[in-house]
């Protein structure tokens, strides 16, 4: 059974940071490229990062380059998204995902078939 658990949401100041985990489990994730995205309230889920397995390319929405950082631990099957320089409009349920297609980079919601449960993330101003 697929699985995909975050972890390391939490309040923090504007300015500040946090480290989001995703531990996948159930299938050969080093083959599929995983996805971060946040779903802020009375919004539509957006896409913020992405990350190939085994190049470790990666892929970031405009509004988070620069402050955000996707990796991953290849032996641990667990994705990271470093997120420094909060902003009150980084406040939002932050969720990992799982993409089973070959278009890179992948930025729409619909195409990753897998997620996890989300991480409440809340910068306060």
């Known amino acids: 059974q697929v699985q995909l658990v975050e972890s390391g949401g939490g309040l923090v100041q504007a300015g500040g940071s946090l480290r989001l985990s995703c531990a996948a489990s159930?299938?050969?994730?080093?083959?599929?490229?995983m996805g971060w995205f946040r779903q802020a309230p009375g919004k539509e889920r957006e896409f913020v990062a992405a990350i190939r397995w085994i190049s470790g390319s990666t892929y970031y929405a405009d509004s988070v380059q620069g402050r955000f950082t996707i990796s991953r631990d290849n032996a641990k099957k667990t994705v990271y998204l470093q997120m420094n320089s909060l902003k009150p409009e980084d406040t939002a349920v932050y969720y990992c995902?799982?993409?089973?297609?070959?278009?890179?980079?992948?930025?729409?919601?619909?195409?990753?078939?897998?997620w996890g449960q989300g991480t409440q993330v809340t910068v306060s101003s």
């Open positions: 995902a799982s993409y089973s297609g070959s278009n890179w980079p992948q930025t729409e919601t619909y195409e990753y078939d897998y």
């Open positions: 159930g299938r050969t994730f080093s083959r599929y490229p």
